[in-house]
Structure formats: structure tokens, C-alpha cells
């Protein structure tokens, strides 16, 4: 719940809620991305930023995003995050 | 040397155990009379013990483990109050799961939930908003909980539930802030550090100015780190560098991310939603002045505490703690976990009787993952 996911932004799903879809190692999820948007949120296509709880906090680079990804790994921490999400996507379907 | 084949890069890791070593040897610093250094956040609490950091840096230097895991300072009163909460009729309680095993006194979230109550894990509280939106006849509460790292989440969650009018919806909040118990720490007698390593993602959001009083105030060095393993050495090399030459300041190793201003968004939604609560209680470390976060009343409607008459919002309570636990001991760094006398005991990671063991950034539990062979043997 602490550390930040790297995920890539990969289309925006409402420009008002500042909401997008963000991939992260794989799985996709809604994210909002209030903290990071500071233009047209065209413009975050393609970027990477670290994810805390479904929001991006903060704007990183590929090869920053990279390294992180796999310290996560090593600390468990990326499967935790992946888990997570998948819970919370059974939570909304009443299975959680 | 066993877990240096771990590092990506050993060579970068053992150039930088070096010149830690020699620093270390420069001022002195020795087995018997170490210089210690608090590391605040349990994530790099996790990263020390995973790749055994603690053993492969000089002897003069010793980790103390600080308070950083909110889940390890969460009160047994709190969970009791969580589960007070889920117990009511209607309600869907949704919570991240790190907090699903945290003892309470009658019984944790988990328990709870076996036990029948609606209490849903999730990933965000965006999770519960969506919950809140799908199930207008039911009262979806959320539970806030962690640094700033997840507060300000929480607190755009609330925004964007006052825009939508979702009245279904509020927040248990429980939010609470790093700088507050690092001057608890700091002006207790007891104590004895001689630097920090800094919380990296809990920065981002909030910059290095609030640690400036550790540096101005209490003359310690501070270094803001990243959380993979090469930050951590290069981190406490920073930190001896300044004791060396005699400074103390805050520095930012972890700049690639942590701006020194913070993040002017997260920023501007926390002082719009929370204020300060006058203190606040914490596990293990008891009430710390200004150290949580409240609803301000312009979002009561939003604020659970107000809208059920629980936790704070029901007038002052006990602090108390289990039997035997040495949580706060450990906690301010006066004790090992080996050396609580329910370690491994009465209290493992399958039956947590302290929150230091219920989540993996919690010292107690970091210890008996990759520590207890270690310590048995010591
Ligand atoms: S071993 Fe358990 S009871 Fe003892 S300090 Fe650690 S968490 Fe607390």
C-alpha cells in the first residue's frame, strides 16, 4: 500500500473524473491521474508514473519505471500490488 | 558476503560498502558503539532485511526501525472501531487488506468478515467510490488509513464523492503524517540516533522542507532515499559523510522522483479536506501531538467519524495494548524483536498478537522472514 507500481498510461477514460487507463506489468486498471496531469491529458499517453492506490503520483521514466518494477519484485511487493488489484476488482463484483 | 549476489550490480554495491566502511572507520564508529541511524519507512525496513543490509555494511552502523508502517501503528482501539463500523446494518466496509489481520480486542477484520459482516478489500478507494455508486441503498464506508503517501487519495476521493453528491459514501479516516512522531522520537531522552534515512514515496508527495527541523532543531542529518538496495547504502553513506564532516542537513538522494517541493496537487487536496486533529493515538507510542489527520466539518457529510458518532467523533478513549506485547519498545528502537519476550512466541506472522507482525514492513515481521535463523543464531 506504501510503495508506488510503475505503470504506463495507456488511454484516457475520463477527461472530467481526470481518470485514464493505466497498464501495469500486464494487467490493466482505471487510475486517476489528477497529480500528474498538467495539460491536455492527450499528453499522457505513453508516460510512466508511479501508481499508489489507483492514483498516479508521479511521473517517472521508462528506465526508471523498469528498475523499480523489478526491486518490487524482488521485495514481493509487485505481486502484492497485482493481488490487490485483482481483490479490488472482486470487490466491486460483490465476490470480495 | 552471502547476499551480495543479489545485487544487479555488485560492483556498484561493494565500491559503496567500502567507502561506508571507511567513513564509519573515520569517525569512529564501532560494534559497541555503533552510529545509529533510523530508517523511518517500513518499506525500507523490508528492503534492509531482504537483502540483508544490515549485515553486509559495517559493524559501527546499526539500523534502528522506525514507525513507519501505518499498519504497525494502528491501535487495537481503531480496529475495534473498524469493526463497530462493518457490525452496522447496511454497511459495506472496504478497507486495503494490509489492515485485514491486525488484532482488534474482540476480534480482527478478518474475523469479522468470516464472521459475516460485508467487509470488502480493496485496492483503492477509488474501489469504494465505484462500490458507493453501484449500491445506493447501502452505506459504503471506507477505511483511510497511512501516510502521505495514500493520503492524498483519499482525500481526491472525497472531492470527487462532494462533486458527485454521493451521499452514500464516507471515510473512517485515520490518516496520519511522518514529521509529528520523528520529533516525539527526537525529544525523548531515551533515544539515541544519529541520523535518518528519509521515506521516499511519503517525500514525493510532501517534499524535504518538513524535515527540516530534524536537521535545524535537533542537529541530525537526514537523506531522503529511494528503496532500492543501492539508494539504501548510497543513502547511509550520505548520512556518515555529514556526521564526518559535521553537518546536518537535509539531502534528497531520491530526486529522480521526490521533487523538493512536493506535488502541488496532492498538496492542495490535503489542505483542502483534512486539518489536523489536536493529537492522535499511535500503536506502541501512545498520543503524539498533531500527528493524524481530520475531515474538515465543510466535508462532514463525507466524514464516518460524524456520520456513525465513532472513533474520535465519540469523545476521547483508552490506549492500551495486549499482554506481554513489547511493540512500542521495538518500535522506538530500545529492543530487537528477538528480544520481546513473545517473539516467535506467542507471536508469529500466522498469529499476529503485535501489528510489527502483521505486515511485511513491520520490524517483527521482517526479523522472523529473513531474520530469524539469523538471530536464533546470535
Ligand atoms: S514480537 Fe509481536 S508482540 Fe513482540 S514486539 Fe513484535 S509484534 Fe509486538
Not at chain 2, 488509513?145 to 458527485?164: C, D, M, V, Y
Amino acid at each position: 500500500m506504501c510503495l508506488g507500481i510503475p505503470g504506463q498510461i495507456v488511454a484516457i477514460t475520463d477527461e472530467g473524473r481526470l481518470m485514464a487507463l493505466a497498464e501495469v506489468s500486464g494487467v490493466r486498471r482505471e487510475v486517476n491521474v489528477a497529480c500528474i496531469a498538467d495539460g491536455p491529458l492527450a499528453g499522457l499517453i505513453g508516460e510512466w508514473a508511479l501508481i499508489h492506490v489507483g492514483f498516479a503520483m508521479s511521473r517517472i521514466d521508462a528506465l526508471e519505471a523498469e528498475k523499480t518494477l523489478e526491486a518490487l519484485r524482488d521485495l514481493g511487493e509487485a505481486q502484492e500490488a497485482l493481488a490487490a488489484m485483482a481483490e479490488g476488482q472482486r470487490a466491486l463484483e460483490g465476490r470480495g | 558476503m552471502k547476499y551480495a549476489s543479489e545485487f544487479r550490480d555488485p560492483l556498484a554495491a561493494k565500491v559503496l560498502l567500502a567507502e561506508i566502511a571507511r567513513v564509519a572507520d573515520a569517525i569512529g564508529a564501532t560494534k559497541a558503539k555503533p552510529v545509529h541511524i533510523m530508517e523511518i519507512c517500513g518499506g525500507h525496513t523490508h528492503a534492509i532485511f531482504r537483502y540483508g543490509l544490515d549485515k553486509l555494511v559495517h559493524e559501527g552502523v546499526e539500523f534502528i526501525h522506525g514507525p513507519g508502517c501505518p499498519v504497525c501503528v494502528l491501535p487495537m482501539s481503531r480496529v475495534d472501531e473498524c469493526v463497530q463500523l462493518a457490525e452496522l446494518p447496511g454497511v459495506i466496509f472496504t478497507t486495503f487488506g494490509d489492515a485485514m489481520r491486525v488484532p482488534g480486542r474482540r476480534k480482527s477484520l478478518l474475523q469479522a468478515k468470516a464472521a459475516g459482516c460485508d467487509i470488502r478489500m480493496v485496492y483503492s478507494p477509488l474501489d469504494a467510490l465505484e462500490l458507493a455508486r453501484r449500491n445506493p441503498g447501502r452505506e459504503v464506508v471506507f477505511f483511510g488509513l497511512g501516510f502521505e503517501t495514500t493520503t492524498p487519495s483519499t482525500a481526491l476521493s472525497i472531492q470527487q464523492a462532494a462533486r458527485e453528491g454521493l451521499a452514500n459514501f464516507s471515510v473512517f479516516c485515520n490518516h496520519i503524517t511522518v514529521p509529528e512522531p520523528i520529533r516525539a522520537l527526537l525529544g525523548d531522552p531515551d533515544m539515541l540516533l544519529d541520523g535518518f534515512i528519509g521515506p521516499g514515496h511519503v517525500s514525493m508527495v510532501i517534499g524535504t522542507h518538513p524535515y527540516d527541523f530534524i536537521a535545524q532543531e535537533f542537529g541530525k542529518p537526514i537523506v531522503v532515499a529511494g528503496f532500492e538496495p543501492l539508494d539504501l547504502l548510497q543513502s547511509v553513506l550520505m548520512v556518515l559523510r555529514q556526521i564526518a564532516e559535521g553537518r546536518a542537513e537535509v539531502e534528497n538522494q531520491y530526486a529522480r522522483v521526490v521533487p523538493e517541493h512536493g506535488n502541488p496537487v496532492s498538496l492542495a487536496a490535503i489542505a483542502d479536506v483534512y486539518e489536523r486533529r489536536p493529537s492522535f493515538e499511535w500503536r506502541g507510542l501512545g498520543e503524539i501531538d498533531a500527528s493524524g489527520l481530520k475531515i474538515r466539518a465543510k466535508y462532514a457529510a463525507w466524514d464516518a467519524e460524524e456520520k456513525f458518532a465513532i472513533g474520535y467523533g465519540a469523545g476521547p478513549r483508552v490506549v492500551d495494548e495486549p499482554e506481554g506485547c513489547a511493540c512500542g519498545a521495538v518500535m522506538t528502537g530500545r529492543i530487537k524483536p528477538t528480544a520481546c519476550p513473545q517473539f516467535g512466541k506467542g507471536c508469529t506472522p500466522e498469529m499476529p498478537l503485535g501489528a510489527l507482525m502483521v505486515s511485511s514492513e513491520g520490524a517483527c515481521a521482517a526479523y522472523w522472514q529473513y531474520g530469524g535463523a539469523r538471530a536464533a543464531a546470535e
